[in-house]
């Protein structure tokens, strides 16, 4: 059950001050969601807020998927801006944050995963070629595509090639000491594997990368394949990926989400399954576990490209419950440094970039004394729904920088609920 409550047209400007944002945050919302006792799974929120923003549509070609739509990487920067790579329309694109404005950073054929690291630098993988090029951030700006390419050295000022992984990149991310994992696929032998490169790989030929998963067919029906998607890795160094069982069409009858445990360093080399997805008649672009990310706090979110972005609370490495974050749709994810989710979809004429902003409605700044209104429906998640008895409450606050503001004041709407 959902409660739909309408929080707009209630922010007012009631004091002088500073242009800036200012925020409408549901009270009980602004608390952790997840809590863990000795032997108790941590538990989603039992109330989120969801707000779903469309930055812009690809201006060409789509979002490229590594297996029949499944996954791939893009990344958003600490501005907030979405870096991302179109399949067929050869150009790596920054889609601005906030006015949602387009530039091309590099024409680049094949494009295909990119990720950042922890200071804005690209990392572009090329879907046919197992080369990674970098694309410092120098001054605010990242560096032109000038064709000519080095080895990278790690004080880099200009474009250059950060490692060869010996097979084509379908995803990327780093882990939090620098080291890169990446799902390649080699076109030759039509494998499909997790890759690490550690600092030692990274500006060589090859040297370094160890394959930490390859899918296995075994038990499958005749004919049918296993794919790796997207992969992420959390602070413990845990190893989260989708992976799809593809029918002999390319089409996903079966999907998971999974973790590779560390345990004091080492990698688990089989598998656990976190959630699974069958498709009964599985067709083209039907549903499937396609994208996932995790938070700085270990929320693991994972995306569908029918039935929306879910979230998983992981304390300390003990799993919650799964719960629905947004209604949106998602065949990539991100997220940015406040911890709100970006994500790649089909909207109505071809492949776009949305920012779904988690637990708090971002409101412009008006002139003292101007009701000013949230544009796009919010959406509460509530299981008791807006007829329970007694009726849901929820209590609204304007803030700014994370404290409470002296210069707005907010008041609730009504619950429309379904």
Do not use: H
Not at 68 to 73: I, L, P, V
Not at 96 to 121: C, F, Y
Not at 246 to 258: I, M, P
Not at 348 to 365: I, Q
Request: with cysteine; charged share 10%; hydrophobic share 40%.
């Amino acid at each position: 059950m959902r409660a739909v409550w309408n929080v707009k047209g209630i922010l007012t400007r009631v004091a002088a001050g500073r242009a800036g944002m200012a925020m409408l945050c549901a009270l009980a919302l602004c608390m952790s969601a997840a809590t863990a006792l000795a032997g108790v799974a941590p538990q989603g929120p039992s109330l989120l807020v969801s707000e779903t923003t469309v930055l812009n549509q690809l201006p060409s070609g789509g979002i490229y998927g590594s297996a029949a739509g499944a996954g791939t990487s893009f990344a958003v920067n600490s501005n907030g801006d979405a870096i991302l790579g179109t399949a067929y329309g050869a150009d790596l694109i920054l889609i601005n944050g906030q006015s949602g404005a387009i530039s091309n950073i590099a024409p680049l054929s094949n494009l295909g995963a990119v990720t950042i690291d922890s200071k804005d630098n690209i990392y572009v993988g090329q879907s046919y070629n197992s080369q990674i090029l970098k694309f410092p951030y120098i001054n605010g700006q990242y560096v032109a595509n000038t064709g000519t390419l080095n080895a990278c050295t790690g004080s880099d000022t200009t474009e250059c090639k950060f490692a060869n992984l010996g097979a084509n990149i379908a995803a990327m991310t780093f882990d939090s000491a620098g080291n890169l994992f990446a799902v390649t696929a080699d076109q030759a032998t039509a494998s499909n594997s997790i890759v690490e490169c550690t600092v030692t790989c990274q500006g060589s030929g090859g040297t370094g990368v160890t394959t930490i998963y390859t899918p296995s067919n075994t038990g499958n029906p005749t004919a049918y394949y296993n794919e790796v998607g997207a992969v992420a890795v959390d602070a413990s160094g845990n190893v989260f990926f989708t992976e799809s069982q593809l029918t002999t069409n390319g089409q996903s009858d079966l999907s998971w989400l999974n973790e590779l445990v560390n345990t004091g360093g080492t990698l688990a080399t089989t598998p656990t399954t976190i959630e699974t997805l069958t498709v009964a008649t599985p067709g083209n672009y039907d549903d499937e576990i396609d994208a996932v990310t995790i938070s700085p706090s270990g929320t693991i979110y994972y995306g569908t490209p029918s039935d929306g972005i879910f979230a998983i609370p992981d304390v300390n490495g003990t799993l919650g419950s799964t719960y629905r974050v947004s209604t949106q749709n998602a065949k990539v994810l991100a997220l940015d440094i406040k911890g709100n989710l970006y994500a790649g979809a089909y909207l109505t004429s071809g492949d776009g970039v949305l920012r779904v902003s988690l637990n708090s409605v971002p409101a412009p700044a008006s002139a003292v004394g101007t009701l000013v209104t949230v544009s796009n429906t919010v959406t509460v998640m509530d299981a008791a729904g807006c007829g329970a008895s007694p009726a849901p409450v929820i209590s609204v606050a304007a803030s700014e920088g994370g404290t409470a503001s002296t210069e707005f004041a907010a008041t609730a709407g009504s619950c429309a609920g379904q």
